[in-house]
């Protein structure tokens, strides 16, 4: 398996997030139900077991991932859209730092594009033999890291970055 070490990155942009997404608690979202953590989130980067106490965001272009409650309000405004919906618009201090996934970037980490390439991350997939959880990079997606730096990253497809992230 290919894992890139984003700590090795040397030439990060900042960027900030520039598009509002919707939101829904999980627990509002399966009503309670306990069977919640049975389900699996399929995700542009991967499959990810559900997480009870997490948040489904769908951006705009209908693509979904989750995020912990206490993340999201650190980055967006949350308004009530519909019942238990909300609008998340980013805050203006929401930066990130980013980079391209390029065929240089792959060559510098000495990488076949024709395998399998992750990053860790805080939300993902298990990978049998490997701890933590993985996310799928392909080329031209961006990998995202949070700031301020809290181990918090994740895979962007090019796109999606494109459309809803914009340079500081």
């Known amino acids: 398996m290919q894992i890139i070490d984003t700590s090795l990155i040397l030439h990060f942009t900042t960027y900030t ?51 912990k409650y206490t993340k999201l309000v650190q980055k967006y405004e949350l308004y009530p859209v519909g019942i238990n919906w909300y609008s998340a618009f980013p805050k203006p201090d929401n930066k990130v730092k980013a980079v391209q996934l390029t065929n240089d970037l792959i060559e510098l980490f000495e990488l076949d594009i024709e395998k399998p390439v ?9 990978i049998l033999g490997y701890d933590g959880l993985y996310q799928r990079a392909v080329l031209n997606s961006w990998i995202v890291v949070r700031l301020p730096e809290d181990g918090d990253q994740w895979i962007v497809q090019d796109k999606l970055f494109i459309n809803t992230y914009s340079p500081v």
């Open 17 to 67: 997030k520039t598009k509002p997404m919707r939101v829904i608690s999980m627990a509002d979202l399966f009503q309670g139900n306990p069977v919640m953590s049975q389900f699996k989130l399929t995700t542009i980067e991967g499959d990810e077991q559900v997480d009870p106490q997490a948040w489904l965001c769908q951006g705009e272009s209908g693509d979904v991932w989750q995020q």
């Open 118 to 126: 992750f990053i860790r991350g805080n939300y993902g997939e298990p």
